[in-house]
Every structure is written in C-alpha cells, then in structure tokens.
C-alpha cells in the first residue's frame, strides 16, 4: 500500500463527510467508468393496456378466492376424514387437510405478491445513506455523559469501591452454577460394572430365554442380555446399555486366542459385548463369511476370531470379550463379569478405582 | 373537538382508529420514519427471509405438538392404535409421539410441518450465510451482525438437535447414545457431563424432559433475542444491494416498504408457509413408528442423522483407527476429539472471516454494494474451499449408503474420503480461482471489445471478421463497478523495524490480490472505441460497396 494511493482514496471520498476513512489497500482509478445513474423505469403490460390490468385484477381475486376455498375445504375435511384404527385414515386426514391449508395459504401468498409485482409501481427509487458513524457533536455529548457519570459515581477514582465490585460480580453466578450439580450423581464405578455376575446364564433378547451350547449351530448368532433383565425394572435400558452381548459359534479351529484367555470360550462359541468401544452404538452387523462385526454407526469393524480387534473405521480398542463356560445341563453362563468397562472410551477407564 | 369530530365523521372507522392509536402510543412518528424506507430487490434476498419465516412456522407447529406431547420417560405399555406395537414397552414420550401421529387429526400434518420446517430453516439459514459471504455483505458495517448470524445458524442446529431426540425412538435413542459417546470421550470431565446431562447413567430417565426444556424455552427464546439483534442491526444499516448503475455505497435504491415490499414480503410469508404445508402433506419425514422405541441392543443398518448434524456425523466417520493412546494411565480419545476439535476450529473460522479479511484488504470504509463474486477471487475460493470442506464431511456420514447402493466397497469409500477432506478443498480453491478470474478477463473483455454479435462481415481486401456491439452504458457499469485492491509489501514501522505482523500481512494481502484483474477504466475503453469506430467504418464502406 503505497502512500499516493492512499491519497488517492481519501481525496475521493465524498466532501464534506465529518469522518474520511482509509480504504486500505483498494486503489481508487481517477478515470474508472462514471455513473450512468439509475436505468430508466421500463413500463409494464399492466402499466399502458387496461385490458391487461384488468386482467391482474382478476387473477388476483382469484387467488384469494382459492385460498377462502382451501381453508373452508380444510375445515370440511377436519371432520369429513376422522381418524380410526384403520391407518389410511391417518393419510387421508393428512392429505387433505393438508392441501385444504395449503391452498388457503398459498392463495394469500402468491395473490399478494401477484398484486405487488403487476398493480403497484414498481420505479425504483433512491435513498440516501448516513454514515453509520454518529456525528462528532453526538459522540462529543457521549463522552461527556460517560465522564460525568465517572465523576459523579467516582467510579474511576475510588479504587477500592471498583475492584471489590468486580469481586462481587465475579463470584455471584458461582452458587447459579453449582446448584446444578444435582443434575446427576457422582459417575463413581458405575461404568465399571455390569449386570453380568459369575455364573449369570446367557439367555435371548428380548425374552430371556436360556441359551444351550448345543442351540449354536457354526456361524449362528443369538443377540443375548442376562437372565433375570426385564423391561419392567426401573434401570433397564440403563442395564442392558452395557451388558448387551453378542453370542458366536465359530470353527475352533480358526479363532485365535491369547493364552490368558483361552478358557473364555466353549467350542468356538465366543461372547462379546455389543456395544461399540466409539461411542456406544450396538455392533449389530455380524458378516458370517468374513468373521466380520460391523458398528452400523460409524462402520467400525471387529474381527471376531481374532480377539474383535479394530481392522477398519474409527474405534480403537477392540470390542470386551464376555468369559464364558456351559454348566452340568448345558446351559451358557457367564464366568464373571467383563474384565474391563464396555462402551465407549473414558479417560480414567484404565485407572484402577 | 368539533373539528376532530367532524374529521372523524368524514373519514370514517379506519381515520378514527388510527387517530385513537396515534394519540395513545405515537404511532404516526413511526410510520412516517418506516413507512416509505427502501428494500432492494434480488431474489437472493429471500433466503434469509424464507430462514425467518420457517422459523415462524416452526413457532405455530411447536405450541401446537406441546399440547399434545407429554416430554417423560416412564415406562408404559403401548395401547394405541397402531397395530405393530400394541403390547410394547415405550416411554411416555414416544407413545405420545404415536398418539400425535394416529390418534390426533392433524397432528401427523403438524408433526410433519414441524420437521419439514425445522430442515427449511437451517438449510435456508445456511444458504444465506453463503450469499452474505460470497457476496461480501459481511464487510464493514456488518462485520458484529454476520456474529450473529453464525450464532442464530448454530443456535438453529442445536434447535434441531434437541427437538430431534424427544420423540425417544430408536433412531434419535441412538443419536443420543452417540452424543454420550462423545461426551464421555472428553478427558476429566468427560463422565461427569455425562452424568449430569442424563441424569445418572445412560439412558436414565431424565434426558428427553431436560431437552424438552431447551428445545420449547431456551434455545427458541435465545433465537428469538438473536433475530431481534439481526433484524434490528439490518434496519439500522439497511439493507445491501447489488452492483449497478446508479447504486452507491451512500445511496439505497429499491422498493418502498408500504405498499410493495408489505405485499410481497408478506405475501412471501404464506407462500413460504405454503409450500411446507404442502410438502408436510405429501411427504413423510421421521416415520417414527417404524423405528420402535428406544432399545440400546437393536439398531438398523444405513441410518442417517437430519442433514444438519451430517457434517458432523462424518467427521466422526472419518477419523482413522487407532487414534486413541494413553497418556500415563489416562485415556486419550483421539479419535473423538480430533473430529470434535476439527468441526470447532471450523465454526470458529468461518465466525472469524471478516475480521480477518477486513486486517487484509485495511478497507475501513463502509461498503453497501455487494462484490460480484468473481470480483473477489480469492474470497470466492476461499468459500468454495470450504463448502468442499463441509461436503465432503457431510457425505462422509453417508459412506455406508454410498458403498451399498453404488456397489464399491466401503473401506474404499472411506478411504476416498480421507483422502477428498484434505485435497478436495484445495482443488476448489484453485478451480475457483481460476474460473473468477477468468469470468473478470471476459467481463474486461466484453467492456473493451463489445459482445459478439454473430454478424459476420467480408472485408473488401477479403478480411472476415465478426463485428462485436458495444454494450449499452448500464450494463457496461456493471462489469466495470468493483474495488481494485493490490498487495503491499512489508514496510518498517515508525522505529524502522519491519514486524512480523507487517510481513504477515504483506503475504496474507499477496495471496489475496497478486493475479486480481483492476476493472476496466474510462480510457482504456475510450481508447478501444476509437480502434473499433475505424473497423466500423470499413464494414460500412465494404456495405457501401457491394451496393
């Protein structure tokens, strides 16, 4: 930004302004185009034939009259079409209603606008604009009234007076803020912990019927909560929000286990929790070829014969495995519950409480 | 007396009642300072007017469903009408959503005019922020008011949001089960957020009349106080207008509000209104009564969330694995946070253009004619750069549906994804860039050298040329009425020392303006008309000839 150009652009502004702004880096050309000024008003049909105005006056009561016509028919098919058990009442009271609003709406819109475009004048007219900029003499008058409240409340000068004010005015919202603590209690270990206990059998969601080993033929899935979960508890979404598990039979051959958890399986039938280590969703896409879970959510995917470790999308640990073992009638129970917490990532996760 | 009387008698009610309001709240002062004021005309215009006006709708639906809606989450037995799911247990909620849907008459319509016109307002809130940046209405004076409107399109999104989830059915069950994820994803506070926000544990029991809260009171009484500001702040400046002959930074040309912007911008109102009503009619939006209520083990495959929340929602998608790490024995979600902090850092960017445009070009002056586009290369891309931006994140939520109904594989959608966030953008702003640029090369052009007439004249030595026609004055103004802004370099200030914020500055106003293309002046057009005057007459001697 050179200075002559900034001479430029402060010599162009319009004399006699109070204030002359700096136009920064734009250059102001001396022979840039002039102003034609506004265009000629070019004349309508409805503006120099009275057969054509006439005609807009018509169109338009028209469409107000449609739109009296669409509300009455409203009202009519707010009773003509009641609703029943039958659900094509559900439409035809919608449908109808609806257009019957519709057309007294639009009526009124399009009629207006039909009005203001063909029958009111439509030259356009020039205004000036003030500088959004209050006079000198105002903000003179302001400053004064500023000082002299300054002075009058000797707000500037008793020091003491001030910063006791701030104090007061910092610390009061502090009781607004703490009163809703009580919006929720203390997380504590809740996370931690599931509904499954040593020895819970692994039953069917939603009925809670017990599973057998044998029911799980190879490649079989059966969405599994524990037994004793009934929607008629007071925390059950809570419960079942971490203790949803997702029972597989696999070949033993192919799954691949760490030695510490060896035992957590019977016959290629794994358990793992169903709710995603990203944000919770259900992973309740299970690819029978692949040995694939997939988070419909976010498209994380588990290998499943491989510990559900994370092979692709956004998650990062791999899905909790559910210890499991079958008792003397054959029936699958949990041998505890899951050694670390389901669900999505929290930062003291790993902290031993 | 007599004399008000005998007025009041000769113009009759409407005289006689304006006289009665006039004398008890001065309304006459009023009219007189409004009445006449000046709307420009474009139909640019009217998305933010279509934002206002959805939201008005959504106004006159809302207290209508809160009659009916009953925000609680007490378990019950579904007894209703809808066959599938007699016998089923539900919160209150959603049976009262069933109930407003099959057992209300015009309730599914107004269920329907709410959603439809909850997606209306934030897509028109959208598009008119993208017309106020790409047209540079944002510049000085409106720098505070385009604030708030960053703060009303926000403002609208958690509107959305939190009406979205009070239905309590599967699907915003599992939006809300995603919002816990996240929150509990934030290091330290993260679980106690959580804990408060629901209540307890997931999904608890408080959730649905904590947002009811915030979805009728709060956040629409927050709406309201911002549109007041924005509305207020536009009378206060005026409204902008486009770039033509006879428009002015100092000057307003348009419509007067009484009677024709009255009319149409009233009018607009119903037709706005309208056109809801009668998609609501025809459209199902949120069958809710396929989704069952909300259970947290089951959940359908190729769920989308409303297209506000998308962008984020594929930020989320995008994120590659294993971002999580510890830190000691902390947690460290990076895989949560590096979206979150990504869709931040990308609000605060775009609530921060204009003062940062405004350090480059230092223009303190105020500007009422709004830029052409193509007028402002590098804002235009910037701008498209950004739009990518947001579209790629958006269509990222939709990588599921992308891989399944074009057949590709999933993992390479994503991967396409990726790798799109970062380099799409950067194509758009060159792409951008270069068609502005060229657009003002053929403007100059069309200034200079007329536009091509298709008429196609032999010369008598056998020369063919095409005659161009000038174009006429008014339109002429148009290509040539923009600001010519150039870079500066770096000087030293008073102490002689160049600072790094004068080289910032130097480079910033480098990247902006080094390829800008200065209108076309007076004398290079003058200069251009004599040469094209002289083609002219040999065209008409060459006529004159083969008569």
């Known amino acids: 930004?050179?200075?002559?150009?900034?001479?430029?652009?402060?010599?162009?502004?319009?004399?006699?302004?109070?204030?002359?702004?700096?136009?920064?880096?734009?250059?102001?050309?001396?022979?840039?185009?002039?102003?034609?000024?506004?265009?000629?008003?070019?004349?309508?049909?409805?503006?120099?034939?009275?057969?054509?105005?006439?005609?807009?006056?018509?169109?338009?009561?028209?469409?107000?009259?449609?739109?009296?016509?669409?509300?009455?028919?409203?009202?009519?098919?707010?009773?003509?079409?009641?609703?029943?058990?039958?659900?094509?009442?559900?439409?035809?009271?919608?449908?109808?209603?609806?257009?019957?609003?519709?057309?007294g709406l639009l009526g009124i819109g399009i009629g207006a606008v039909h009005w203001a475009k063909t029958l009111m004048p439509d030259n356009e007219v020039a205004e000036d604009r003030h500088p959004i900029r209050s006079s000198e003499d105002k903000r003179a008058a302001a400053i004064e009234i500023?000082?002299?409240?300054?002075?009058?409340?000797?707000?500037?000068?008793?020091?003491?007076?001030?910063?006791?004010?701030?104090?007061?005015?910092?610390?009061?919202?502090?009781?607004?803020?703490?009163?809703?603590?009580?919006?929720?209690?203390?997380?504590?270990?809740?996370?931690?912990?599931?509904?499954?206990?040593?020895?819970?059998?692994?039953?069917?969601?939603?009925?809670?019927?017990?599973?057998?080993?044998?029911?799980?033929?190879?490649?079989?899935?059966?969405?599994?909560?524990?037994?004793?979960?009934?929607?008629?508890?007071?925390?059950?979404?809570?419960?079942?929000?971490?203790?949803?598990?997702?029972?597989?039979?696999?070949?033993?051959?192919?799954?691949?286990?760490?030695?510490?958890?060896?035992?957590?399986?019977?016959?290629?039938?794994?358990?793992?929790?169903?709710?995603?280590?990203?944000?919770?969703?259900?992973?309740?896409?299970?690819?029978?070829?692949?040995?694939?879970?997939?988070?419909?959510?976010?498209?994380?995917?588990?290998?499943?014969?491989?510990?559900?470790?994370?092979?692709?999308?956004?998650?990062?640990?791999?899905?909790?495995?559910?210890?499991?073992?079958?008792?003397?009638?054959?029936?699958?129970?949990?041998?505890?519950?899951?050694?670390?917490?389901?669900?999505?990532?929290?930062?003291?996760?790993?902290?031993?409480? | 007396m007599s004399n008000t009387a005998t007025a009041k008698k000769k113009n009759g009610f409407l005289a006689g009642t304006a006289n009665y309001v006039d004398e008890r709240v001065g309304v006459a002062g009023v009219l007189k300072e409004f009445g006449r004021k000046i709307f420009p005309d474009h139909w640019s215009?009217?998305?933010?007017?279509?934002?206002?006006?959805?939201?008005?709708?959504?106004?006159?639906?809302?207290?209508?469903?809160?009659?009916?809606?009953?925000?609680?989450?007490?378990?019950?037995?579904?007894?209703?009408?809808?066959?599938?799911?007699?016998?089923?247990?539900?919160?209150?909620?959603?049976?009262?959503?069933?109930?407003?849907?099959?057992?209300?008459?015009?309730?599914?319509?107004?269920?329907?005019?709410?959603?439809?016109?909850?997606?209306?307002?934030?897509?028109?809130?959208?598009?008119?922020?993208?017309?106020?940046?790409?047209?540079?209405?944002?510049?000085?004076?409106?720098?505070?008011?385009?604030?708030?409107?960053?703060?009303?399109?926000?403002?609208?999104?958690?509107?959305?949001?939190?009406?979205?989830?009070?239905?309590?059915?599967?699907?915003?069950?599992?939006?809300?089960?995603?919002?816990?994820g996240m929150i509990k994803g934030v290091p330290f506070i993260g679980t106690w957020i959580s804990s408060l926000l629901f209540g307890g544990e997931f999904p608890g029991h408080s959730i649905v009349g904590r947002l009811y809260s915030l979805h009728i009171m709060l956040v629409p009484a927050l709406i309201l106080v911002f549109l007041a500001i924005h509305l207020v702040m536009l009378v206060l400046h005026k409204h902008t207008h486009y770039s033509a002959a006879g428009r002015k930074d100092s000057n307003i040309v348009g419509y007067p509000l009484m009677p024709v912007y009255v009319a149409k911008a009233g009018?607009?109102?119903?037709?706005?209104?309208?056109?809801?009503?009668?998609?609501?009619?025809?459209?199902?939006?949120?069958?809710?009564?396929?989704?069952?209520?909300?259970?947290?083990?089951?959940?359908?495959?190729?769920?989308?969330?409303?297209?506000?929340?998308?962008?984020?929602?594929?930020?989320?998608?995008l994120a590659p694995s294993h971002l999580e790490f510890m830190a000691g024995n902390v947690t460290v979600s990076m895989n949560i946070l590096l979206p979150l902090i990504i869709s931040l850092v990308f609000l605060a960017l775009v609530a921060l253009y204009p003062f940062f445009e405004n350090w480059v070009t230092g223009d303190k002056r105020e500007h009422h004619v709004l830029d052409r586009p193509r007028n402002a290369p590098v804002r235009t891309a910037i701008g498209a750069a950004g739009v990518t931006f947001y579209a790629v994140l958006w269509a990222g939520a939709s990588t599921d549906l992308i891989a399944t109904n074009f057949k590709m594989s999933l993992n390479q959608v994503l991967l396409t994804m990726q790798v799109s966030l970062i380099i799409l953008p950067i194509v758009a702003f060159v792409v951008t860039k270069r068609i502005c640029l060229a657009l003002q090369r053929k403007d100059q052009e069309i200034a200079l050298h007329g536009r091509e007439s298709g008429r196609i004249v032999r010369l008598p030595h056998g020369e063919y040329i095409e005659v161009h026609e000038a174009a006429n004055e008014y339109d002429l103004f148009k290509l040539v009425d923009y600001k010519d802004y150039q870079p500066t370099l770096a000087r030293p200030n008073a102490q002689g020392k160049i600072t790094i914020r004068a080289r910032m500055r130097a480079a910033a106003s480098s990247f902006y303006f080094k390829d800008s293309v200065s209108p076309t002046t007076q004398t290079a057009i003058e200069a251009n008309a004599h040469h094209a005057h002289e083609i002219e007459e040999q065209v008409q001697k060459a006529i004159e000839n083969q008569k």
């Not at chain 1, 120099?48 to 016509?69: D, I, N, Y």
């Not at chain 1, 504590?188 to 009925?207: C, E, I, N, V, Y």
């Not at chain 2, 959603?115 to 944002?138: D, E, I």
Request: glycine share 8%; proline share 6%.
């Open chain 2, 45 to 180: 215009f009217m998305l933010g007017e279509v934002a206002l006006y959805s939201f008005l709708v959504l106004l006159l639906s809302g207290t209508f469903l809160t009659f009916f809606f009953q925000p609680s989450m007490t378990d019950v037995i579904y007894n209703g009408v809808y066959a599938p799911l007699k016998g089923a247990h539900m919160s209150i909620a959603y049976a009262s959503s069933l109930d407003i849907s099959f057992e209300v008459r015009g309730g599914l319509l107004m269920r329907q005019v709410h959603h439809w016109s909850a997606l209306l307002f934030v897509a028109a809130a959208g598009l008119h922020m993208l017309r106020v940046f790409f047209t540079g209405a944002f510049r000085k004076p409106r720098e505070l008011n385009w604030v708030v409107g960053f703060v009303l399109f926000v403002l609208g999104m958690a509107a959305g949001f939190t009406g979205y989830s009070l239905p309590d059915d599967l699907l915003s069950g599992n939006g809300l089960r995603i919002i816990d």
């Open chain 1, 1 to 103: 930004m050179s200075e002559q150009s900034k001479e430029v652009a402060k010599s162009s502004h319009t004399s006699g302004a109070e204030h002359v702004y700096d136009g920064g880096l734009n250059v102001v050309h001396q022979d840039a185009v002039k102003d034609p000024g506004i265009e000629p008003h070019r004349v309508r049909m409805t503006d120099k034939s009275k057969k054509h105005e006439k005609a807009a006056v018509r169109q338009v009561v028209l469409l107000f009259t449609l739109s009296m016509l669409g509300s009455a028919f409203a009202l009519y098919a707010y009773f003509a079409f009641p609703l029943s058990a039958d659900l094509i009442t559900v439409r035809n009271n919608t449908l109808f209603l609806g257009v019957g609003i519709t057309l």
């Open chain 1, 146 to 353: 500023i000082n002299l409240a300054n002075q009058e409340s000797g707000f500037s000068r008793r020091k003491l007076i001030r910063r006791t004010l701030y104090g007061a005015l910092a610390l009061f919202p502090l009781p607004g803020i703490i009163i809703f603590a009580d919006l929720g209690p203390n997380p504590g270990d809740k996370l931690r912990h599931t509904a499954w206990k040593p020895g819970t059998r692994l039953t069917q969601d939603p009925f809670g019927t017990p599973i057998k080993a044998s029911e799980l033929t190879e490649g079989s899935v059966f969405h599994v909560i524990p037994e004793g979960l009934n929607p008629d508890q007071e925390d059950y979404l809570e419960q079942k929000s971490k203790a949803a598990v997702l029972l597989v039979r696999v070949d033993p051959q192919i799954l691949k286990e760490s030695p510490e958890k060896k035992d957590w399986s019977y016959q290629g039938i794994v358990a793992y929790s169903k709710i995603c280590t990203h944000v919770g969703c259900p992973v309740a896409l299970y690819e029978q070829v692949t040995h694939h879970l997939l988070c419909p959510c976010h498209q994380s995917t588990f290998d499943l014969v491989d510990g559900c470790k994370v092979i692709f999308g956004p998650a990062s640990r791999p899905l909790p495995q559910l210890p499991i073992y079958v008792d003397e009638q054959g029936y699958l129970r949990a041998q505890s519950d899951f050694l670390e917490p389901v669900g999505p990532s929290f930062w003291d996760r790993s902290v031993k409480a």
């Open chain 2, 267 to 317: 009018g607009f109102f119903f037709i706005v209104f309208g056109v809801i009503m009668l998609i609501a009619s025809f459209f199902t939006i949120n069958p809710i009564w396929n989704y069952g209520g909300y259970d947290p083990s089951p959940v359908s495959a190729g769920t989308q969330p409303d297209w506000y929340i998308g962008w984020l929602d594929g930020a989320l998608r």
